[in-house]
């Protein structure tokens, strides 16, 4: 009896070892970048309880967390929502850490993956690389989700712009190479009045985030049999949430 225990035991253990290093043969072996001042990480799990209707994941930053709240009121009833929203890049060692923590937590439809927002003067080569590993991470962990590449939108400031058009060529040269479809939020936000519809140098007014989370709510419906037309779900709150409660 005991030797069976103990042979279980060790089963698990080479199995959790495997899980454990499969995000390490992905993350980067190093990287040229300095983190900002301020990391930091943001994912809200909506009906986190709710395993039988499909779920979307959307990945990405500042930009991800100011529309994830429009897209769950778009889909909400025929999906549920979780959101990671982070600043580290995709160079950064952690942020395979991380996105591992994401990915293992429940089971994911569709995946809305972007980042480079916070990677504009990183190392292209670096980033390319990163990048690309973290989409064939995605797809590893999560084979069944339908996965699009969210490209970066464009900002008030033309330099920086610029910079982002740069990080785009790749995501656009990515999705080509692996087969995989695009939400393309800066062709959609690029000729808009900056002074109307941009906050700041990086982020919008509500006008605009409402574009973009249409724009991904449309894309999520496109998809053949990913909805639950029919399971009028409803969202429920915490009184436990950060704030009180969730909105």
């Given at each position: 009896?005991?030797?069976?225990?103990?042979?279980?035991?060790?089963?698990?253990?080479?199995?959790?070892?495997?899980?454990?290093?499969?995000?390490?043969?992905?993350?980067?072996?190093r990287?040229?970048?300095?983190?900002?001042?301020?990391e930091?990480?943001?994912?809200?799990?909506?009906?986190?309880?709710?395993s039988?209707?499909?779920?979307?994941?959307?990945?990405?930053?500042?930009?991800?967390?100011?529309?994830?709240?429009t897209?769950r009121?778009?889909?909400?009833?025929?999906?549920?929502?979780?959101?990671?929203?982070?600043?580290?890049?995709?160079?950064?060692?952690?942020?395979?850490?991380?996105?591992?923590?994401?990915?293992?937590?429940?089971r994911?439809?569709?995946?809305?993956?972007?980042?480079?927002?916070?990677?504009?003067?990183t190392s292209?080569?670096?980033w390319?690389?990163?990048?690309?590993?973290?989409?064939?991470?995605?797809?590893?962990?999560?084979?069944d989700?339908?996965?699009?590449?969210t490209?970066?939108?464009?900002?008030?400031d033309?330099?920086?712009?610029?910079?982002?058009?740069?990080?785009?060529?790749?995501?656009?040269?990515?999705?080509?190479?692996?087969?995989?479809?695009?939400?393309?939020?800066?062709?959609?936000?690029?000729?808009?009045?900056?002074?109307?519809?941009?906050?700041?140098?990086?982020?919008?007014?509500?006008p605009?985030?409402?574009?973009?989370?249409?724009?991904?709510?449309?894309?999520?419906?496109?998809?053949?049999?990913?909805?639950?037309?029919?399971?009028?779900?409803?969202?429920?709150?915490?009184?436990?949430?950060?704030?009180?409660?969730?909105?």
């Amino acid at each position: 009896m005991r030797t069976t225990i103990l042979s279980a035991c060790l089963v698990l253990a080479v199995f959790s070892a495997a899980a454990e290093e499969l995000y390490r043969q992905y993350q980067p072996a190093r990287t040229s970048r300095t983190r900002e001042s301020t990391e930091w990480s943001i994912t809200y799990t909506y009906n986190a309880v709710d395993s039988k209707n499909p779920r979307l994941l959307l990945i990405g930053d500042s930009i991800c967390n100011g529309y994830q709240g429009t897209v769950r009121a778009k889909l909400g009833k025929v999906m549920n929502i979780t959101f990671w929203a982070t600043s580290k890049c995709v160079t950064d060692k952690d942020y395979f850490r991380e996105l591992d923590l994401i990915l293992s937590a429940y089971r994911y439809d569709i995946i809305s993956f972007n980042n480079g927002l916070h990677s504009l003067t990183t190392s292209r080569e670096e980033w390319k690389n990163a990048y690309r590993a973290a989409v064939d991470f995605i797809r590893k962990k999560c084979p069944d989700a339908k996965l699009f590449l969210t490209n970066n939108t464009p900002l008030k400031d033309p330099k920086k712009t610029a910079q982002a058009k740069e990080l785009n060529s790749i995501i656009a040269e990515t999705a080509k190479l692996k087969n995989l479809p695009v939400i393309d939020l800066f062709s959609l936000m690029d000729p808009l009045d900056r002074n109307k519809f941009w906050s700041d140098t990086y982020h919008f007014r509500k006008p605009a985030v409402e574009l973009q989370a249409e724009r991904i709510a449309q894309t999520v419906r496109s998809v053949p049999n990913a909805l639950n037309p029919k399971a009028n779900i409803i969202q429920r709150g915490t009184e436990t949430g950060p704030s009180g409660a969730l909105r």
